[in-house]
C-alpha cells in the first residue's frame, strides 16, 4: 500500500519546515519583479506548500495526478481563494489565469526523465506572467564516497497524527545506476495505533541525480528561462549535503 493513498499521513511526514517555508518567501522577495499575488504548484500533493502563502493571503492553485491528493487538498484550503485541479505535471490544466509564481519544492520533478523535465518546464511557462518565477527543487551530484547498498539517507523521529497514532518514515537508497544517473529509493512508513490504516507503507521510486551544468542545458533548450539562482534555499547559510537545491527562474518577457 503507498503513502500515497494516505494524504493526511503523507502530509505530516512531508510538511516543509518553518525554515524551509521562510527562505521561499525570502528566495520570491529577492527575485519578483512587480507584485505577488498568485501563486501555483504543479505537483501540491495534500497542499503542504500552498497553504503558507494562502495565510499570507496570496491566491493559491494547485496540480496534482493523485485524486486523493486532489481531495486532501481542496479540504485544506476550504475557506481561502484556492483552485486545485487533477492532472498531469507536464500538462497543466489551470483556468483561473497567469501567476506571479510557481513553486515544485518537495522534490517531484527530480523524478522525471530529461524529456519529461522540458515539457514540464514549458508546461509551467504557459501559466505564469512574462517576468514570473518558478522555484524548484533538484537534487545534483555532490561528492561523497561510495557505500554499499541499501542506505539510509533520512529516518524520521515519530511524528503524531491528526487521525490518532503516530508514523515515522525511513528513505533509503537502495541501487545507483550511474548509466542514466539515477537513484533507486524505497520509502518505508510504520505506523503506530493509526485507525484504519495498515502498519506498513511502502514505495519505490526513481530520482535523476543532475549535474548542474546538465539541468542548465535543459532549461536554456526551452527557451523560456532565465536562471536566477541554483541554490537559492540554505539552511543557516549551508548547502544541503546532499545535493538538494532550489533553483530560481524568471519567465522571459518574450517567451512563447
Known sequence: MSLYHYPDVYSALRAPSPAMVQGA????????????????DPACGPANWLL???IDGLFVA??????DMVSRARKVLFGF??????GD???LRFSSGHFDVAIELA????????????????????????GGLFLMTLFFEVDRPPSPKPVVSYQSEAIPLERGGQAKVTYEVIAWNPSDRREHMRRTVRLEDVPDAPPVLEDAYTLRIWREDEARRHIEATGLFDILDTDAIQI?????????RTLVLRRRPHAG
Not at 236 to 244: A, L, R, T, V
Open 81 to 86: 481563494p484556492h483552485e486545485i485541479v487533477e
Open 107 to 130: 522534490g517531484t520533478v527530480s523524478q522525471l526523465d530529461p524529456h519529461d523535465f522540458e515539457a514540464h518546464l514549458r508546461s509551467v511557462a504557459d501559466h505564469l506572467r512574462p
Open 25 to 40: 518567501r525570502l528566495a520570491i522577495h529577492a527575485h519578483s519583479v512587480g507584485e505577488v499575488r498568485r501563486i501555483m
Open 62 to 67: 494547485g496540480n496534482d495526478i493523485s485524486p
Open 236 to 244: 543557516d547559510g549551508q548547502s544541503d549535503p546532499e545535493g538538494e
Open 52 to 54: 503558507p502563502f494562502a
Open 89 to 91: 505535471m507536464r500538462s
